[in-house]
């Protein structure tokens, strides 16, 4: 079992910044991948960035040179730097973590609301 506690999350106006924290519980299975997704009111979840335990990443089209994931192995945690927010990256924002089992643990979910 894997506990996966995000923070960060709030309202910003267009054009600022947000830097989100997913922390997870210490466990007996190793950690692999690491990653965020978001949902927007009435859609489905979409796949914002995932990060290795290597450190290679990849994301997004609509977040590419935006966002950035970045991970403290040390820590187990995960984090998402939010620049130059537009209003239509408002949504639920959930990371993830997959481990050695093949199973994948998901946060509660951080609210991003980009408005002016």
């Known amino acids: 079992q894997v506990q996966l506690v995000e923070s960060g999350g709030g309202l910003v106006q267009p054009g600022g910044s947000l830097r989100l924290s997913c922390a997870a519980s210490d466990s007996i299975y190793r950690i692999y991948d690491m990653g965020w997704y978001h949902q927007a009111p009435g859609k489905q979840r979409e796949w914002v960035a995932t990060?290795?335990?290597?450190?290679?990443?990849n994301y997004a089209d609509s977040v590419k040179g935006r966002f950035t994931i970045s991970r403290d192995n040390g820590k187990n945690t995960v984090y998402l730097q939010l620049n130059s927010l537009k209003p239509e990256d408002t949504a639920v924002y959930y990371c993830?973590?997959?481990?050695?089992?093949?199973?994948?643990?998901w946060g509660q979910g951080t609210q991003v609301t980009v408005s002016s």
């Open positions: 990060i290795t335990s290597g450190g290679r990443t």
């Open positions: 993830h973590a997959d481990v050695s089992t093949g199973r994948r643990y």
